[in-house]
């Protein structure tokens, strides 16, 4: 481990109500969000913080943040000579403070005192809905090298996903000469920083900060938002702060549309984002089930969980959760199926019968196309999901269409024969 390594402190973000993945969050935070069938969306940064020679990671957490604590408690525990830990900052009301985080730099102002105790040198501040892999390490070198009070992860981008992102300038040595967040597209020429088809520096929304420059910045700055107050108050400020260009795979996956195709790009012979690689682990929480188990079924382009049961059935394009269950003659095409949290034992079987109630899982001949299914449904026998695809955005009882999607919420019950 670099020596420097050993005086830098991991910050993760546990986000606000998370209404673009609504309603994936409606019952928890959003790194709590199941990931490629497996995962926690929090594994990813908690992952790249142990990879990266971090061993002491700070997550804070505001809305729906029951899960997201139980799985970072079950999770990440290190041993007592390793030196590190995890620990979670939840918003509270104290005697300075009546007020919940308002924002990413309200949230850290809430908590400066905490985040000075353990007096690091630096601060690494990761978002907790993105999926990527990167060595922190490597960010926190070159934030050494360039003797920086801020450096921002960014990615070159073109001209048409500029307006949605905060974009910067950096001169010849990678500091920052001007930051607009969400530029309008006549403010793009003055901004381009490189040459070629992706001339502009977008942010990952992936920061260090020198502690001391942290400090000073959050005490005398009252904004709540790094990219929109604290970042362009910095460079007013005269603070040296630089670009750290990032080359790699690299997804914000915060909205409805970009988590689904994330997911189903992991179908792919060879996705973008690799969960295979040995070198770099992705960590989660260990659970001991058996080997899934598929049979007379059709299976192209799947990735199945461990826990599985597939029962003459055909899926194509699709992630199978943990403990997921497809009866016979289901179709499923462009799912991403989470699974379940149990198996339903013969005593609960029978009541499901008196109840009149489907069993967990997918039902004998239903046909489901571009939908997620959260944890625990229940689709009857005969069921229909079709493409939603151009269709305006809705919400019921049982479902919701979002970007397209249909999104079946956790513990929902879709009878026999609906179509949707």
């Not at 940064?45 to 997550?59: A, D, E």
């Not at 003055?190 to 942010?203: H, N, Q, R, T």
């Not at 702060?241 to 792919?268: K, Q």
Request: proline residues 6%.
């Amino acid at each position: 481990m670099l020596s420097f390594m050993k005086d830098t402190l991991g910050v993760i973000m546990g986000g606000g109500a998370g209404t673009r993945l609504y309603p994936l969050t409606k019952l928890r935070a959003k790194p709590a969000v199941p990931l490629a069938g497996y995962y926690r969306l929090i594994d990813i940064p908690m992952s790249n913080c142990i990879n990266s020679g971090i061993n002491r990671i700070y997550v804070l957490t505001q809305f729906n943040s029951v899960s997201l604590h139980r799985h970072v408690v079950r999770t990440y525990q290190f041993d007592n000579f390793s030196g590190g830990w995890v620990r979670i900052l939840a918003a509270e009301q104290t005697p300075g403070s009546q007020s919940w985080y308002q924002g990413t730099a309200d949230a850290l102002r809430k908590q400066l005192f905490q985040l000075q105790v353990p007096e690091p040198r630096n601060i690494v501040i990761l978002a907790g809905d993105h999926l990527y892999r990167m060595d922190y390490s490597l960010f926190v070198q070159f934030h050494e090298s360039h003797e920086a009070d801020i450096t921002i992860a960014v990615k070159p981008i073109a001209a048409a996903g500029a307006p949605r992102m905060g974009i910067m300038k950096s001169d010849e040595d990678n500091q920052i000469v001007d930051w607009v967040e969400k530029p309008a597209p006549d403010q793009l020429p003055e901004l381009a920083s490189v040459k070629g088809d992706k001339p502009y520096l977008a942010s990952m929304g992936i920061y260090v900060f020198r502690t001391q420059s942290m400090t000073q910045l959050l005490r005398e700055e009252s904004g709540s938002d790094f990219g929109k107050h604290i970042i362009p108050a910095a460079i007013e400020k005269g603070m040296r702060v630089c670009a750290y260009p990032f080359d790699g795979y690299w997804e914000d996956i915060g909205t409805m549309r970009a988590f689904y195709e994330a997911n189903l790009a992991l179908t792919t012979p060879d996705p973008p984002f690799n969960f295979f690689a040995p070198e770099w682990p992705i960590y989660t929480r260990a659970r001991y089930l058996s080997g899934s188990k598929i049979l007379d079924s059709a299976i192209r382009r799947v990735v199945v969980a461990p826990g599985c049961r597939i029962d003459n059935a055909a899926v194509a394009d699709s992630i199978v959760g943990l403990r997921s269950i497809v009866r016979p003659g289901a179709h499923l095409h462009r799912v991403v199926m989470m699974g379940a949290d149990y198996y339903e034992t013969m005593i609960q079987i029978e009541e499901n019968r008196e109840l009149g109630l489907p069993d967990i899982g997918v039902g004998e001949g239903s046909v489901i196309e571009n939908t997620i299914l959260d944890k625990n449904v229940r689709i009857g026998r005969n069921v229909v999901i079709r493409n939603h695809e151009g269709e305006d955005e809705e919400e019921t009882d049982t479902y919701v269409v979002r970007d397209g999607i249909v999104v079946v919420p956790k513990g929902v019950v879709i009878p026999d024969n609906t179509v949707i």
